[in-house]
């Protein structure tokens, strides 16, 4: 089973940072941006296609990431000086990059990389003359995990934390409170000088920026870009961020991050457990949607649950004292009778 669930946690981890992406237009902005379907096939395609022509791996990475971060403005942009709904505008943005994504996949479907060096086969050179694969491997033989190598858990978990981390601290910089303020009440902000055309293409163009990264690393994980491979992902990213809130709670900024985090890590398990149990790979996205009804009723029926039952503890209280009221008048009923009774 942990040999199984070993994969799912790797890729969780890389999914996470798209999933980040998600929670800053969806929570922070509360803007239902649709463009992540599109940019992350941008941000592989643009990495992909570097790769294939000899490019630096981190270099192509970034311009993965820059590529995504350009998509989001633009989304911004349309919405703000466009004055278009926020739905449509992003509909309209996912719909022109799948043509701008075959363009720059010089309208090839698939781009294989197979023999290209990626960011992850640069970082296991360096991480195999260390040796730690083997105290790792010994450390957990007893449990049946022994992965071909750490180097790429390791590497995605110091990129995540990295950008978990940024994400935190621009959130508490005066640009990122205003952001977040900007998603709460545009009016409020407003009446401060703020301009909020500008922090919705900003706060948008991060968002993506994230996204775009995230298909990035995946298309170097799984050794090859897709032009369908972003299909569904504002769903994957949406249950992420609900069944993470769901599990570990919103009460600051660093635990809601740290939970979209872990909500992108149990999905890829749940998804990987399901396909272990014999459901199809066609399945998936109704399982994924199962998974966000879940996460989203399960917390509303708890909530009704615990509210039931303050209101029951509440009247049983009442009750008690009710009934001790009625028992104490009783006693002084009584006493006022025998006091009579003596005079």
């Excluded at 463009?35 to 970034?62: C, E, K, R």
């Excluded at 981390?165 to 703020?194: V, Y």
Aim: hydrophobic share 50%.
């Amino acid at each position: 089973m942990f040999s199984i669930m070993f994969p799912a946690v790797e890729s969780g981890v890389i999914y996470a940072i798209m999933a980040l992406g998600v929670y800053l237009s969806f929570r922070i902005l509360d803007f239902p941006d649709l463009t992540v379907d599109g940019s992350f096939v941008t941000g592989a395609g643009v990495a992909a296609i570097m790769l294939f022509n000899g490019q630096s791996p981190i270099l192509a990475t970034l311009a993965g990431m820059g590529s995504g971060f350009i998509a989001g403005c633009i989304t911004g942009v349309l919405h703000t000086k466009g004055k278009i709904n926020p739905l449509l505008s992003g509909i309209l943005m996912m719909i022109a990059l799948y043509s701008i994504n075959l363009r720059i996949m010089q309208d090839r479907p698939n781009i294989p990389l197979l023999n290209q060096g990626t960011i992850f086969s640069q970082f296991e050179g360096y991480w195999d003359k260390l040796g730690i694969d083997e105290a790792l491997s010994s450390m957990f033989a007893g449990i049946g995990l022994k992965p071909s190598t750490w180097s790429i858990m390791f590497l995605m978990i110091i990129i995540t934390l990295t950008i978990k981390f940024f994400t935190d601290w621009f959130l508490k910089t005066e640009i990122g409170l205003a952001l977040r303020a900007t998603g709460d009440n545009q009016q409020m902000i407003r009446s401060f000088s703020a301009d909020t055309n500008t922090l919705t293409v900003l706060g948008l163009g991060v968002s993506n920026a994230f996204v775009a990264l995230s298909g990035a690393l995946i298309a170097q994980y799984n050794s090859f870009a897709d032009i369908g491979m972003g299909l569904g992902m504002i769903i994957i990213g949406l249950a992420s961020v609900i069944i993470g809130e769901a599990l570990f709670g919103t009460k600051t900024i660093m635990r809601t991050t740290l939970a979209v985090i872990g909500g992108a890590i149990i999905y890829r398990i749940v998804i990987s457990i399901a396909l272990k149990f014999g459901f199809n790979p066609g399945d998936m996205k109704l399982i994924t949607a199962s998974l966000v009804v879940i996460a989203l009723i399960l917390p509303k029926i708890l909530d009704n649950q615990k509210e039931r039952n303050r209101k029951k503890r509440k009247r049983l209280d009442f009750e008690k004292i009710y009934a001790m009221g009625q028992e104490k008048e009783g006693e002084n009923v009584a006493s006022t009778k025998s006091d009579s009774q003596s005079f």
